[in-house]
């Protein structure tokens, strides 16, 4: 009597786990010769155009300079983003900061600071005589004016505390992921860090003591694309196995 219930439940089990069995069996089977495995990865067929488009993106990304007004969607500005935390960083720990600015007063007041500091820096320069100056402070502040002109800037930051030694060199790939798919979008972007000094950016954005700023990027419908800036044959760069004596 006792072990009556007890019998029951074990039975139900039993024969509820031949059922799973024989579906699970069945559809494993079923499955298996209806439909075709999933491709992995590294089997799918790359064909020669998306190859092309990769490398022409990366061949054709300019550093742009002057910019059109037009506002970029939301959702372009997210995937441009969103890129950059696909750059590869030391020991995965993905240090990074991204302040995006977009509100044109706020871009308003960053062009005015930048110039100033601009107009002190050229004119406390010791080997430079007055005209010089004079140039240097009206050239500038006229590539400053037109570096504005765009309707967002990503200013790339690192944590320098997680990995000092990489911290640079994980900034700089974020910046060059989301310039790339910027340009993706057809946005001329630009690596830019001395209009921008460290310490002027750290102060605009409010940003704490550890962060490192890596370089501010312009995200903008280019005022024209630049030509290509001349670029050195491949066969400086190559060394097969080892440097000659
Ligand atoms: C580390 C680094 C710093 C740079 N700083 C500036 C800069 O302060 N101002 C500027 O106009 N361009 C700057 N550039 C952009 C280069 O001038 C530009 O990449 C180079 O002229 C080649 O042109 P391209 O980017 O169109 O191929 C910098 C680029 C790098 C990688």
Redesign the pocket.
Known sequence: MLFKPFHRIEFITFSNLILIFTISFLSIVLTGCTSTPEPQFTEVEVTKSQINTVLENIRN???V?KFKSTAIPKEHLQEILDAARFAPTAGNLQPWKFVVIQKRQRLDSLKAILQDDWQRTISNHKDLNEDQKKRYIRDGKIAIENVMTAPVYIMVFVDSTVYPDCAVHDGALAAGYLMLAARAYGYGT??????FPDEVIKSFVKAPENYMFI?CTPVGIPEEW?D??PKKALEEFIVFDKFPE
Do not use: E, K, M, Q
Request: hydrophobic share 5%; aromatic share 22%; charged share 20%.
């Open positions: 990304r300019r550093t300079r630009g690596y830019f860090t001395s209009y370089c630049p290509t800036p």
